[in-house]
Each structure stands twice: as structure tokens, then as C-alpha cells.
Nanobody, 124 residues
Framework: QVQLVESGGGLVQAGGSLRLSCAASGGSFSMLSMGWFRQAPGKEREFVAGISWGGINTYYADSVKGRFTASRDNAKNTVYLQMNSLKPEDTAVYYC?????????????????WGQGTQVTVSS
């Protein structure tokens, strides 16, 4: 069983930056592809970014492309989401998720393991 714990959320002004971390335990982290999702109040959970198990491939939602960067450190069993140029519409609870596959998926139902989420609030 894989456990995921996110950290790094908080309150930031528009244009600012945050880095989210997601620490994994209980599984072979290097064989998990990882995804970041977010959910704003009253909205469905949406894909933000994904990274393959070797970290070679990444994929981003159009809304964050060029502003967010996913990375991973397999030695530390941790995946990161660097968020720059934040906008008020980025406000949401951010979740990391894992799936036992090399490939990235943007479909949240294809991820078996989820963290508890971390709140990101961007003020205007």
C-alpha cells in the first residue's frame, strides 16, 4: 500500500510562487508514475501535471503550462510541483496521486493512491 503526504501549500499573492512536495512510502516509488490534481470549491477535480516513473516525461494541463514544473527525486521518494506566476484561479486543494505504470495519465480514476491534499490560495 502506497501512502502519499503533500506539503507546501499556503497563501500567496498573485504572481508569487509555491513549491508543493509529495512524500511517498510503502511502495516502489521509482515504479510509480505520479500526477498532480486540484479541486476548487464547486468544481470537479482536474489534472494539473504528471511525471513518469523515471522523470523523463512530463505532461501539463494547458492552464498551467509554462508556469508549473513537475519533478521527482526517486532517492527521496518525493515528487514536487513548482508553481510560478500564480493566479487567483489556481486557488484549490492540490492532490498528488500515484499509479503503477510507466505512463502518465490525466484521468483521475486511473490513479489508485492519493494524498490528503494541501490548500493553495492565491490572493489578487
Amino acid at each position: 500500500q502506497v501512502q502519499l503526504v503533500e506539503s507546501g501549500g499556503g497563501l500567496v499573492q498573485a504572481g508569487g510562487s509555491l513549491r508543493l512536495s509529495c512524500a511517498a512510502s510503502g511502495g516502489s516509488f521509482s515504479m510509480l508514475s505520479m500526477g498532480w490534481f486540484r479541486q476548487a470549491p464547486g468544481k470537479e477535480r482536474e489534472f494539473v501535471a504528471g511525471i513518469s516513473w523515471g522523470g523523463i516525461n512530463t505532461y501539463y494541463a494547458d492552464s498551467v503550462k509554462g508556469r508549473f514544473t513537475a519533478s521527482r527525486d526517486n532517492a527521496k521518494n518525493t515528487v514536487y510541483l513548482q508553481m510560478n506566476s500564480l493566479k487567483p484561479e489556481d486557488t484549490a486543494v492540490y492532490y498528488c496521486a500515484a499509479r503503477r505504470s510507466y505512463s502518465i495519465s490525466y484521468v483521475y480514476t486511473e490513479y489508485a493512491y492519493w494524498g490528503q491534499g494541501t490548500q493553495v490560495t492565491v490572493s489578487s
